[in-house]
């Protein structure tokens, strides 16, 4: 690997949303790896200071840490603001951060339903707004969902989750035409199976019946999902837009 390609992302400042834990800390790693400022924005306080903390080690000053409820659209309009103000512009935004309350459809509270809804859904539409002005304006940018394949083949007690999920494809493409024309690419990647603490507490039974299904026969790593995510943010996929790249081991195909 030539030099080069380990600073594809130097002077350019990304935003990574659930980037606290599992497969967002890993996006910001890479992202910091290869030379980008990050936003790092987590629920807690907690583990957006630790991501933060982690990438301030690697390289001084090229983190920040915020911490928001991003189902909350005006807290999420002021952060992106402050985001904004504090790094001065904003290339690639990963919408990541995400929740799941599985229950039957017979059973789902509407709590459960709108959490899920409002958290990976809106969520990612109320981030998009806060930043694509600004991105409208620098006349670049690139934009990418963590959808799930979940959003292509639904999943029993998950109609929540897998709703959110589909809309993310929608929404994806719909701001891929959107914005085009502002050379901003938008596109979203559907990891398949990761272990996280979003998954590390399914059964072994749930566990083993995945993977039984899972072609190349192993769970994905939140770095398989980094690796996508960064080939999309960078220069060598500004001309693919409003994709869904899967990153399943050949779940679906
Ligand atoms: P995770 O380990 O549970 O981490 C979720 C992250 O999202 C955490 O950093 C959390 O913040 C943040 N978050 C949750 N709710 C939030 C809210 N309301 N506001 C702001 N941040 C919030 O999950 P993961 O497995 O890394 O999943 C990341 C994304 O990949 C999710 O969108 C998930 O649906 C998707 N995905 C995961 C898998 C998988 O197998 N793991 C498969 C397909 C898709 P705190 O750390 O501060 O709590």
Redesign the pocket.
């Given at each position: 690997m030539k030099d080069d390609d380990l600073i594809k992302f130097e002077d350019q400042v990304a935003i990574v949303?659930?980037?606290?834990?599992?497969?967002?800390?890993a996006i910001a790693l890479r992202f910091a790896n290869e030379g980008a400022r990050v936003a790092c924005?987590?629920?807690?306080e907690q583990?957006?200071k630790k991501i933060a903390g982690e990438i301030n080690a690697l390289r001084a000053n090229s983190a920040k840490p915020y911490a928001?409820?991003?189902?909350d659209h005006a807290a999420v309009q002021k952060i992106g603001a402050q985001i904004l103000a504090d790094f001065g512009r904003a290339d690639i935004l990963i919408n990541?951060?995400?929740?799941?309350r599985d229950a039957l459809a017979m059973r789902m509270s509407l709590e459960d339903w709108d959490r899920v809804l409002n958290?990976?859904l809106r969520?990612a539409f109320s981030f998009s707004q806060a930043i694509i002005r600004a991105m409208t304006k620098q006349r670049s940018g690139r934009i990418i969902s963590?959808?799930?394949?979940?959003g292509l083949m639904g999943n029993a007690g998950q109609t929540n989750?897998a709703a959110s999920?589909a809309g993310l494809i929608g929404l994806t493409k719909s701001l891929a035409r959107e914005l085009a024309s502002r050379n901003i690419t938008v596109n979203a990647v559907?990891?398949?199976?990761?272990?996280?603490?979003?998954?590390v507490g399914l059964s072994d039974e749930i566990k083993n019946t995945i993977h039984a299904k899972i072609p190349l026969g192993r769970t994905?790593t939140?770095e398989d999902i980094a690796a996508a995510v960064a080939f999309l943010a960078s220069p060598e996929a500004g001309y693919i837009t409003g994709q869904v790249l899967c990153v399943d081991g050949g779940i679906v195909m």
């Open positions: 949303t659930g980037a606290g834990r599992g497969i967002g800390r924005v987590s629920r807690t583990n957006a928001v409820d991003i189902a990541n951060a995400g929740v799941t958290t990976n969520g963590i959808s799930s394949v979940i989750y999920k559907a990891p398949g199976f990761v272990i996280t603490d979003m998954t994905g939140p």
